[in-house]
């Protein structure tokens, strides 16, 4: 007797990364030298977990009895108002603007999917994702569709994503597309100046053919360098046409990734509909976990409102930015000396190196104690968890399992 419905049976028991993660631990308790690049969280460089003294501090000053309550199921009003303002500025995309918190920005997406995509549809994203996307759409009873995220020039492909875009909603009548810039996950790209503009005024252009809402995955966007009026200024453009969504989590930008604090936003400037929308991510937020970590609401909304907690967690987030930048630079130099094959990497948590065989790559890497995740096309390398003096010998490992996957691939094809 099997007692779940066919649809839950053989489900794997832990996510791919995580189980690579254990792998790393279970040889680096044996004594090995091991170089862990698998996890997406920002350590230093002896190792442990980096955090912000001024966010623990505000989350210890929450009065208990406030910290115990149940949260209001959108999440408290002065939190809301801070995540707007966080994501859009102060400009016309905040004013038209509403939100709901969600945990993390997994359940932000989570709500996006389930009220601008009808059950049997699909997202629309870039060929190198976030592979929880999948688990999140197929999970709601929902789909994925790409496009090929890099044209010849290694460039992100425009014209790739209306193509592909307008087709869908042709088939569709509805787009959700996902774009997770500035510093995408797997490959560390962040979107140009140039590039945001073309992606808006692709997005206006669909339009015409169907009801388009666009989700800005923000996860790594406080490690980067670039400011977010650029995109926030791009989407301004189109903003009476598209639904611009953001999904936002103090996750990575307040390094609290086990307090689960995030949000949907959503700018739409006509009131009727705006109030609409409101009302349905709210529901799904009821219908979904009900309501969220109510000690991270208070705290996260005391670090975004008051300004001398603000100042200080910028400097204290200024610091972590410099130490995975000087990652960054020391990858760019040893990956360019070896020859790898990778997408501009100007700042973030990930990077992704091409290579005809990920499987390989990652194996030949693993042989050498250095532990990376293999997708499609690619091994993608959490530049975040690896020591800057480290960084050598995992190029290194990595450049001999591209060098092996080459091999075998030329091997194939005598």
Same mark, same amino acid.
């Given at each position: 007797?099997?007692?779940?419905?066919?649809?839950? *049976?053989?489900?794997?028991?832990?996510?791919?990364?995580?189980?690579?993660?254990?792998?790393?631990?279970?040889? *680096?308790?044996?004594?090995?030298?091991?170089?862990?690049?698998?996890?997406?969280?920002?350590?230093?460089?002896?190792?442990?977990?980096?955090?912000?003294?001024?966010?623990?501090?505000?989350?210890?000053?929450?009065?208990?009895?406030?910290?115990?309550?149940?949260?209001?199921?959108?999440?408290?009003?002065?939190?809301?108002?801070?995540?707007?303002?966080?994501?859009?500025?102060?400009?016309?995309?905040?004013?038209?603007?509403?939100?709901?918190?969600?945990?993390?920005?997994?359940?932000?997406?989570?709500?996006?999917?389930?009220?601008?995509?009808?059950?049997?549809?699909?997202?629309? %994203?870039?060929?190198?994702?976030?592979?929880?996307?999948?688990?999140?759409?197929?999970?709601? *009873?929902?789909?994925?569709?790409?496009?090929?995220?890099?044209?010849?020039?290694?460039?992100?492909?425009?014209?790739?994503?209306?193509?592909?875009?307008?087709?869908?909603?042709?088939?569709?009548?509805?787009?959700?597309?996902?774009?997770?810039?500035?510093?995408?996950?797997?490959?560390?790209?962040?979107?140009?100046?140039?590039?945001?503009?073309?992606?808006?005024?692709?997005?206006?252009?669909?339009?015409?053919?169907?009801?388009?809402?666009?989700?800005?995955?923000?996860?790594?966007?406080?490690?980067? %360098?670039?400011?977010?009026?650029?995109?926030?200024?791009?989407?301004?453009?189109?903003?009476?046409?598209?639904?611009?969504?953001?999904?936002?989590?103090?996750?990575?930008?307040?390094?609290?990734?086990? =307090?689960?604090?995030?949000?949907?936003? =959503?700018?739409?400037?006509?009131?009727?509909?705006?109030?609409?929308?409101?009302?349905?991510?709210?529901? %799904?937020?009821?219908?979904?976990?009900?309501?969220?970590?109510?000690?991270?609401?208070?705290?996260?909304?005391?670090?975004?409102?008051?300004?001398?907690?603000?100042?200080?967690?910028?400097?204290?987030?200024?610091?972590?930015?410099?130490?995975?930048?000087?990652?960054?630079?020391?990858?760019?130099?040893?990956?360019?000396? *070896?020859?790898?094959?990778?997408?501009?990497?100007?700042?973030?948590?990930?990077?992704?190196?091409?290579?005809?065989?990920?499987?390989?790559?990652?194996?030949?890497?693993?042989?050498?104690?250095?532990?990376?995740?293999?997708?499609?096309?690619?091994?993608?390398?959490?530049?975040?968890?690896?020591?800057?003096?480290?960084?050598?010998?995992?190029?290194?490992?990595?450049?001999?399992?591209?060098?092996?996957?080459?091999?075998?691939?030329?091997?194939?094809?005598?």
């Amino acid at each position: 007797m099997n007692s779940l419905i066919s649809e839950a *049976r053989g489900r794997p028991g832990d996510d791919p990364i995580f189980t690579i993660n254990a792998a790393a631990n279970a040889r *680096r308790a044996k004594g090995e030298p091991v170089i862990n690049a698998s996890l997406g969280a920002l350590l230093d460089d002896d190792g442990g977990l980096s955090v912000m003294p001024t966010v623990f501090e505000a989350f210890q000053s929450v009065p208990a009895q406030q910290a115990a309550a149940y949260a209001p199921i959108a999440g408290d009003p002065p939190f809301l108002e801070a995540v707007r303002r966080d994501a859009f500025g102060s400009g016309t995309m905040f004013e038209n603007s509403v939100a709901a918190a969600t945990p993390g920005g997994t359940g932000a997406l989570l709500n996006a999917m389930m009220n601008f995509l009808e059950p049997g549809q699909s997202i629309y %994203t870039s060929s190198y994702y976030w592979s929880p996307y999948r688990i999140i759409a197929g999970h709601n *009873r929902r789909g994925v569709e790409t496009f090929p995220m890099f044209d010849g020039a290694g460039a992100f492909h425009l014209s790739a994503f209306e193509e592909g875009l307008v087709a869908q909603l042709k088939r569709q009548g509805r787009a959700l597309v996902i774009l997770n810039f500035p510093c995408h996950n797997p490959t560390g790209y962040t979107l140009d100046g140039a590039e945001w503009a073309g992606v808006a005024a692709a997005l206006g252009r669909a339009s015409e053919h169907g009801d388009v809402a666009l989700v800005v995955d923000l996860a790594y966007a406080a490690f980067g %360098t670039q400011s977010p009026s650029v995109w926030v200024d791009a989407m301004e453009t189109v903003c009476d046409r598209v639904a611009v969504l953001a999904a936002w989590t103090a996750s990575k930008s307040f390094a609290q990734y086990g =307090a689960r604090v995030g949000a949907l936003i =959503a700018s739409i400037p006509d009131a009727d509909h705006r109030l609409d929308v409101e009302n349905a991510i709210s529901y %799904t937020c009821r219908g979904s976990w009900s309501n969220c970590n109510h000690l991270g609401l208070l705290a996260v909304s005391q670090l975004l409102l008051d300004e001398d907690l603000r100042s200080r967690v910028g400097s204290e987030r200024r610091a972590l930015v410099g130490l995975l930048s000087d990652r960054v630079d020391a990858f760019n130099a040893a990956a360019g000396a *070896r020859g790898l094959v990778y997408p501009r990497y100007e700042g973030g948590f990930f990077v992704s190196v091409f290579t005809p065989d990920a499987e390989e790559t990652a194996r030949v890497a693993a042989a050498d104690g250095v532990f990376v995740v293999p997708m499609d096309g690619a091994v993608r390398l959490a530049l975040c968890a690896v020591p800057r003096t480290d960084i050598p010998r995992l190029v290194d490992a990595v450049a001999r399992g591209v060098e092996a996957a080459n091999h075998t691939k030329d091997r194939a094809h005598a």
